[in-house]
Every structure is written in structure tokens, then in C-alpha cells.
């Protein structure tokens, strides 16, 4: 087994992280968290990401459109909560 090759693809993904990671690390990043805590935690969040995706997709993939509607309302809602954070609304 040799991961490093299998996970070429997604290692973009560990690298930048994705779009809800990002979004949370912004939120956390505007309530003054101790950045190297948000680095591990991010990044372990990542991996988490990563692992789950390589080895649930033949699992998940039967619900891939239900899942995608629920990630695509996660980042709406989360990035509707970060703006709305930032302008000191809530």
C-alpha cells in the first residue's frame, strides 16, 4: 500500500485545504484563536478529510447527490456566518 502514490491527486486538497476548512479557519482566524492551534486542528481536519474521502467514496457514492447538496448548504451557511461575523452582526 503505498499512499503517498494512491493520494496524488488530493494532495492539493491536504495542502490548501478545502472550502468548509477555510471557512472555519476565518471564523476562527476573526475570534482570535492561537493560530498554530487552528494550524494543527485545520490540518488534522484535512487529513480527516483526505483519509475519508480515499477509503468511504465507494460506500458514499450511492448518495454523492445528497452529499453535495449538504456540503454546498454547509459552505452557504458557514460563509453567511463568517460575513456576518466579520461585520459584527451576530
Given at each position: 500500500?503505498?499512499?503517498?502514490?494512491?493520494?496524488?491527486?488530493?494532495?492539493?486538497?491536504?495542502?490548501?485545504?478545502?472550502?468548509?476548512?477555510?471557512?472555519?479557519?476565518?471564523?476562527?482566524?476573526?475570534?482570535?484563536?492561537n493560530p498554530v492551534i487552528l494550524l494543527?486542528?485545520?490540518?488534522?481536519?484535512?487529513?480527516?478529510?483526505?483519509?475519508?474521502?480515499?477509503?468511504?467514496?465507494?460506500?458514499?457514492?450511492?448518495?454523492?447527490?445528497?452529499?453535495?447538496i449538504i456540503g454546498g448548504l454547509a459552505?452557504?451557511?458557514l460563509g453567511l456566518q463568517s460575513m456576518?461575523?466579520?461585520?459584527?452582526?451576530?
Amino acid at each position: 500500500m503505498n499512499i503517498i502514490n494512491d493520494c496524488k491527486g488530493f494532495w492539493g486538497l491536504l495542502i490548501f485545504g478545502n472550502i468548509e476548512n477555510l471557512i472555519l479557519a476565518s471564523q476562527g482566524a476573526t475570534s482570535y484563536v492561537n493560530p498554530v492551534i487552528l494550524l494543527v486542528l485545520s490540518l488534522i481536519c484535512v487529513i480527516i478529510w483526505l483519509l475519508t474521502g480515499k477509503y468511504a467514496t465507494k460506500v458514499a457514492i450511492k448518495y454523492a447527490d445528497e452529499i453535495e447538496i449538504i456540503g454546498g448548504l454547509a459552505i452557504i451557511i458557514l460563509g453567511l456566518q463568517s460575513m456576518l461575523e466579520a461585520m459584527g452582526i451576530i
